[in-house]
T-cell receptor, first 113, second 112 residues
Framework: AQSVAQPEDQVNVAEGNPLTVKCTYS??????LFWYVQYPNRGLQFLLK??????LVKGSYGFEAEFNKSQTSFHLKKPSALVSDSALYFC???????????FGKGTRLHILP | DGGITQSPKYLFRKEGQNVTLSCEQN?????MYWYRQDPGQGLRLIYY???????QKGDIAEGYSVSREKKESFPLTVTSAQKNPTAFYLC???????????FGPGTRLTVL
């Protein structure tokens, strides 16, 4: 069965510093990996995805994520954090043999001015 | 949120009442999904539909029902059998296969 873990409930980063939000996954086939962001009382917004190809994926708002097959990880990164990046971030995975996406429990990112 | 609408934004219900949440999309997507979001638990899949007139149970389908009579619409009914219905409900749509899901703005249901 597929699963995804976000080991940190909350991450605090000073504005202007690089940020990383961690995600690890488990699938039996090939993984399709996603990152979403959620602002208060809103739906989820798509940031980026990895299906195949280059391990470094670039997405919206300057975010990127690196697929690491040996470590089964897909960490979200940004070189310089903005206060407006403060939100709830979800990692999600779909097994190539399945038609459902499994979401992590979310990581709350606080960017401190 | 563009292309997917959910109504109402806030909904209050008395115990023992059924209530229906609306989800409409104009993205021409085949697949539609309903999730429930509770604090600290992420998103849990309630029902999904890959094609009109067909749908499948997700992980927490008990106490919920859906229909998919039109491609654009996937309403969710929260029945009185749902023991703890107070939550934030999110609808999503996507093309088939491994493609991205796009989310509506959500409906916050509170049972009084």
């Amino acid at each position: 069965a597929q699963s995804v873990a976000q080991p940190e409930d909350q991450v605090n980063v000073a504005e202007g510093n690089p940020l990383t939000v961690k995600c690890t996954y488990s699938v039996s086939g090939n993984p399709y990996l996603f990152w979403y962001v959620q602002y208060p009382n809103r739906g989820l917004q798509f940031l980026l995805k990895y299906i195949t190809g280059d391990n470094l994926v670039k997405g919206s708002y300057g975010f990127e994520a690196e697929f690491n097959k040996s470590q089964t990880s897909f960490h979200l990164k940004k070189p310089s954090a903005l206060v407006s990046d403060s939100a709830l971030y979800f990692c999600a995975v779909r097994d190539s043999g399945d038609d459902k996406i499994i979401f992590g429990k979310g990581t709350r990112l606080h960017i401190l001015p | 949120d563009g292309g997917i609408t959910q109504s109402p934004k806030y909904l209050f219900r008395k115990e023992g009442q059924n209530v229906t949440l609306s989800c409409e999309q104009n993205l021409n997507h085949d697949a539609m999904y309903w999730y429930r979001q509770d604090p600290g638990q992420g998103l849990r899949l309630i029902y999904y539909s890959q094609i009109v007139n067909d749908f499948q149970k997700g992980d927490i389908a008990e106490g919920y029902s859906v229909s998919r009579e039109k491609k654009e619409s996937f309403p969710l009914t929260v029945t009185s059998a749902q023991k703890n219905p107070t939550a934030f409900y999110l609808c999503a749509s996507g093309t088939s296969g491994a493609d991205t899901q796009y989310f509506g703005p959500g409906t916050r249901l509170t049972v009084l």
